[in-house]
């Protein structure tokens, strides 16, 4: 019974894919990584930084997304440049996708305190499928008849406006929609495409007190790829698209070495909003720059009968002789 939900779940995925869902992959400590999401963030943190996270999604179900990304990012010594590069790979189901992104911001400073970045992302993505996996009720199902392994080039911008209280930024990290398996000569419908994916990201830190030995910290980010839909120069798949996601997380961090948090993702919609998960998540700095951290997801909607929740482990290091001597990390 397991292996038939199973086969159930991975074509629902492969459908999605044609309707536009949301394809990139999801992260609870999405601001560790937020350079894959918008460019603007290379050289944000005004040194240095690297950050590799794996995500294991819906534990316990056969053919759940698990995905790995690695970023790094720096400012160069002409400081309003930041360069940056992101790997990402990601496996659901029977396709998978690698991700190769190198990133360019400019930097302005705006007054005392701010800065705004702009940010331009050049990208490769490999687009895997291997149908092979899957048992099928119709072998003959034209839709999972060929194996697809594509290599899509590709480019995105962002803004990123900042300083070291607060934080706000857009970005569209692939703007190229391609089509993953093209229309035959008779006029066969496309069975599989890509999608712009938007994020807009924002956040603040207050200090709880006299001294910065307590910090709240609330963020959002929202995902969408329904935004600009009717722009599309396909008729076709205008009106397509996944409902835009909302993250909400609230943390604390404690004598400048301990971050707790929870978080909340739900799916935004006109007539009825669907919960999707609640998190927690913790990470601890070392002096030596070194960071460590875990976040755990449990399911809310009906997928958490077939699954243990989601899981994230997290390494990091800052590069910034600062940290050697004061655990002070910066908060963005």
Known sequence: MRKFTLLVFIAGVLASISASGQQDPMFTKYFFNSLIYNPAVAGSAEHLTMNLIHRQQWV??????????????????NDHIGLGVGLVNDKVGATGTFDLNTDYAYRFRLGKTFRLSVGLQASVTNWRSDFSDLSLEDNDDVAFSENINRWLPNFGAGLYLYNKQFYVGVGCPRMLEHDLREADKDATPVYAKTYRHYYTTAGAAFNLGST??????PSILLKSTGAL?????????????SPTELDIDASFFIARSLWVGMAYRTALELSDSSNDSADIWAAFYFRNGLRIGAAYDLTLNKLNKANNGSFEVMLGYEFDIKIKRVASPRYF
Request: hydrophobic fraction near 30%.
């Open 60 to 77: 316990g179900l056969d053919g759940a997304p698990v995905t790995q990304s690695l970023s790094a990012h720096t400012p160069l010594k």
């Open 212 to 217: 910065d030995n307590l910090v709240f910290r």
């Open 229 to 241: 839909s009717s722009l599309r120069s396909d008729k076709t798949f205008r009106n397509f698209g």
